[in-house]
């Protein structure tokens, strides 16, 4: 029942529930103590919406965002139990006595107190919120940005005030109980004294030399650092906060450029989102500002996404625009017909290339690439599962999609019966469960679907640590827990600072990082994924969600894969191990191969997952395996040849991008000087204007 309770209230925990609960309650409780009138009572259930009112805000709970919604916000809260509190002092027939009329004045004064507060916080918010923001970008040495105010005074700043209320609160009650005034007037007196200190506070942080400098001087800092830098390759991305992981997916491929990397960004949840990277990354969340940019060494722009923003940059003819994508698959996605607005389309393998021409969405084939996936070099090939280890499976299921289509995922048909299948199958195989960040998030079937195959594999991995069967190595697997504890506070020592700041002027100006940390950082995570499979029993079934361990860390440590039509199927392709697909929409095995081809070498499974026998032999036995020619061959179709390597691939790619663009642009200098047709320089690099000393300007040219 709690749990369900949970569900409906869209709380985290029972103790958050329980919170909900009491501060629902409590109000009630207030109103009745009032009109008892009681001031006991008045103060414990006071103190208990208080105290639940506080905890449900620092666990950032639903609820709280809900009740803003129907006019129940976090001021109403506050002001409700002020106005039961003067109810209280009218029933104890005290509403004849200054203590009643100083009660009345000091709520109306605190609240006058709050409008300043309010609109000093937003101001200063504002004032620091610069029109770009950076990382590894040196703008200190440029701009006078100076330190964000004490962290104390803006960080929930509306709920800081609110709480000055309580001396007051505290004061009258106690002065009520009493019969003595002065515990209430200096309960008064500490409530208005701490609300005009806090505005006092705020104030010093709106003017002088505690703002940044205007946005005209922060742009003309990023354009003086642009022309010093001299980008020449761009990967640029717009999306959601969830989608923040198409981008990070690129990350390392920019660092192992040949040419200078920049990436841009469009949105600041994206940066807040955005992993460690040694790559200069400037957020320009205008339109007008990302135009007026400074962007005339850039040759090659790659785009991560299909969305409405690359527009603004599309619009520059100076640099050739490359699709590169964030996944290589047979959605439908994979040949979105918006692809025909770039210069040319970078896929895998030979796959990629034939989908567009199926598709016949306006691609042409002489404008796609094949680079390989530079992504997958961390994927090992697979060598046989050795004899002193049980196989373990990976189930790899990907999100329900937008629509209901039964095809999109398997955990609403087939997935409990892949992992029953899973864990009975004999001899027995150790099962890993690694949902899609997305399950769940528009489908509450499949959220119900993913909860319960959750509650199957950890049933079964209580099951299996309880079976003398299935010894454990007590001694190697606490090493490995103390060494993940080493590794996991040496990380927090080492993340815990940096550019990890509210303040975005502040994170900006201070946001160079440190290679020799960003370094360390990448060796403590990989010693932290040997640790983490070394602290748990080979033989374990395991739920794995979040961050880490990563997908490609999964497919390392599995021998085999169950998943559905997604990237990862195309990814997994690269370690040559058996896989299997599931065909939810039962279009048959015939059919589903046809339409897809990364299941071409795949054991093919219907709902009943009855199919999974084939692919456990294949696993256990390599004579039992015949598909092993097949996904060796589909290997080199959806992925390229493994010589020469993807990086060496996509960093020839862009080589050869870049010469058309600088001949383009050499022949577009030519024809103006030679007085051809009537072509301004303008014309032919939009966003630039030409001085008259011959130098190029940036202007408004949207």
């Not at 109103?31 to 103060?43: D, H």
């Not at 950032?60 to 109810?87: D, H, M, P, T, V």
């Not at 079976?467 to 815990?496: H, I, K, M, N, S």
Request: a neutral charge; hydrophobic letters at 45%; one cysteine or more.
């Amino acid at each position: 029942m709690i749990p369900t309770a949970i569900r409906v209230a869209r709380v985290g925990s029972a103790a958050e529930l329980a919170a909900a609960v009491l501060m629902m309650l409590g109000f009630p409780g207030v109103m009745v103590a009032a009109l008892v009138p009681s001031v006991p009572a008045f103060a414990v259930t006071a103190t208990v919406t208080y105290l639940a009112d506080h905890y449900l805000h620092r666990r950032n709970s639903y609820l709280i965002s809900r009740l803003s919604k129907i006019r129940a916000g976090l001021s109403i809260r506050f002001l409700i139990r002020q106005l039961l509190l003067i109810l209280l002092l009218a029933r104890l027939s005290l509403a004849d006595e200054l203590i009643y009329y100083a009660a009345i004045a000091c709520f109306i004064a605190f609240y006058g107190l709050q409008a300043p507060h309010g609109a000093l916080v937003t101001l200063i918010r504002n004032r620091r919120r610069l029109p770009v923001a950076t990382r590894n970008v040196d703008l200190a040495s440029r701009i006078r940005i100076p330190d964000a105010p004490p962290r104390g005074l803006l960080n929930r700043s509306a709920e800081k005030i609110l709480h000055f209320d309580l001396a007051a609160v505290a004061g009258i009650l106690i002065a009520a109980e009493t019969g003595s005034d002065l515990p209430g007037f200096l309960g008064i007196g500490v409530t208005l004294g701490a609300g005009a200190l806090y505005v006092l506070a705020l104030l010093p942080y709106v003017r002088g030399r505690r703002i940044p400098p205007r946005a005209e001087k922060v742009l003309a800092a990023v354009d003086d650092w642009l022309r010093e830098y001299r980008p020449e390759t761009v990967l640029y991305f717009s999306g959601s906060k969830d989608s923040a992981y198409q981008v990070n997916m690129w990350l390392e491929t920019m660092e192992q450029l040949d040419t200078r990397p920049l990436i841009i960004l469009r949105e600041r949840v994206i940066l807040q989102n955005l992993a460690p990277t040694t790559v200069p990354v400037i957020c320009v969340p205008g339109g007008v500002h990302l135009m007026n940019m400074d962007l005339s060494t850039v040759r090659v722009a790659l785009y991560a996404a299909n969305v409405g923003k690359n527009i603004h940059l599309l619009r520059v003819p100076t640099m050739k625009h490359v699709f590169i994508g964030h996944g290589d698959s047979d959605k439908i996605a994979s040949v979105n017909p918006y692809s025909k607005v770039y210069d040319e389309v970078w896929t895998a393998g030979r796959a990629g290339r034939d989908r567009y021409a199926i598709a016949d969405v306006g691609v042409r084939d002489e404008d796609i690439v094949e680079v390989g996936r530079p992504q997958l070099a961390p994927i090992r090939t697979g060598r046989g599962v050795p004899e002193d280890r049980m196989p373990t499976v990976l189930y790899a299921p990907t999100w329900e999609g937008w629509d209901d289509n039964p095809g999109n995922t398997s955990l609403l048909l087939a997935g409990e019966n892949i992992v029953k299948r899973l864990i009975a199958a004999d001899p027995p195989v150790r099962v890993l469960y690694k949902p899609h960040p997305f399950t769940g998030t528009r489908s509450a079937r499949a959220k119900a679907a993913h909860q319960r195959i959750t509650a199957l594999v950890e049933q079964a991995a209580a099951e299996r640590a309880a079976d003398p069967r299935y010894p454990a190595d007590a001694a190697g697997q606490a090493a490995a827990r103390a060494e993940l504890a080493r590794v996991e506070a040496r990380l927090a020592e080492l993340t815990g600072g940096g550019t990890d700041k509210g303040d975005e002027a502040e994170a900006s100006r201070d946001g160079l990082i440190d290679l020799e940390r960003h370094a360390e950082v990448a060796r403590l995570r990989a010693e932290w994924n040997a640790a983490y499979w070394r602290s748990v029993p080979t033989w374990e079934h395991r739920v794995v969600t979040g961050a880490e361990p990563r997908l490609y860390d999964c497919f390392n440590v599995s021998d085999a894969m169950v998943s559905d039509i997604s990237s990862v199927v195309s990814d997994f392709i690269a370690s040559g191990k058996p896989y299997a697909v599931t065909d939810s929409a039962g279009l048959g095995e015939e059919e589903f191969k046809r339409q897809n081809t990364a299941v071409r070498a795949a054991v093919i499974l219907t709902n009943s997952a009855a199919e999974l026998g084939a692919l456990l032999a294949a696993v256990r036995d390599p004579a039992q395996d015949p598909l092993a020619e097949d996904r060796e061959e589909l290997k080199r179709y959806l992925l390229g040849p493994d010589e020469p390597t993807s990086i060496e691939q996509f960093n020839a790619a862009v080589a050869d991008l870049a010469l058309k663009a600088e001949a383009r642009n050499v022949g577009q200098r030519t024809r103006i000087m030679a007085g051809g047709p009537d072509v301004e320089l303008a014309d032919a690099l939009p966003g630039q204007r030409t001085t008259a000393a011959g130098e190029t300007d940036n202007v408004n040219a949207g």
